[in-house]
């Protein structure tokens, strides 16, 4: 009888130990429900933002052509600083374009870069007499493509013009 004092009141008014455990029962399985949730919101950002884009080698490519003296990009012969974003109409043709994206490996993907303006009547290029605003790569093939636009200032006998360069890429 002694152990019934323990889970009864005095008044008879129920169980004093026997309501808590199933509050701590209840109180366990929210815990757990909302610590999985909390570790799976943190592990699905963490995933995100280790994943590497698809566009990664073509953005950088891109940047290369746009941010490097040794591509198209605009450099001051007095101060000796590239201006990225800034396409020098000289060295738009395809020996630069060869000279800064070597393609002798087969599995490089392969550029088309046409420029345009409506500012800025482009002169021909290269050998031709015809009107000539894109350059090539050599290993382009013309098969299936994806084409991005990029807007830029293009440098052209001391002055500048805006004009936009759509980078074609052949998948």
Do not use: H
């Not at 003296?69 to 590239?82: I, K, S």
């Not at 200032?153 to 890429?169: A, D, H, P, Q, S």
Request: charged residues 25%.
């Amino acid at each position: 009888m002694e152990n019934k004092k323990i889970f009864f009141s005095k008044r008879g008014s129920g169980y004093i130990l026997g309501k808590k455990p199933m509050y701590f029962i209840i109180l366990l399985i929210c815990l757990t429900i909302s610590f999985i949730l909390f570790n799976f919101a943190i592990m699905k950002e963490i995933s995100s933002t280790t994943v590497i884009p698809d566009n990664l080698e073509m953005t950088i490519l891109v940047n290369r052509f746009l941010n490097s003296p040794d591509c198209l990009a605009y450099q001051d012969n007095e101060t000796g600083r590239t201006y990225s974003g800034v396409i020098d109409l000289e060295k738009f043709n395809n020996k630069t374009l060869e000279k800064c994206y070597s393609t002798e490996d087969g599995n490089l993907k392969a550029f088309k870069l046409t420029l345009e303006s409506s500012t800025l009547d482009i002169p021909p290029k290269d050998d031709s007499n015809m009107k000539r605003n894109f350059i090539l790569t050599p290993n382009w093939e013309a098969e299936r493509y994806t084409q991005t636009p990029q807007y830029v200032l293009i440098y052209y006998k001391e002055n500048f013009y805006r004009g936009k360069l759509l980078i074609t890429v052949q998948k």
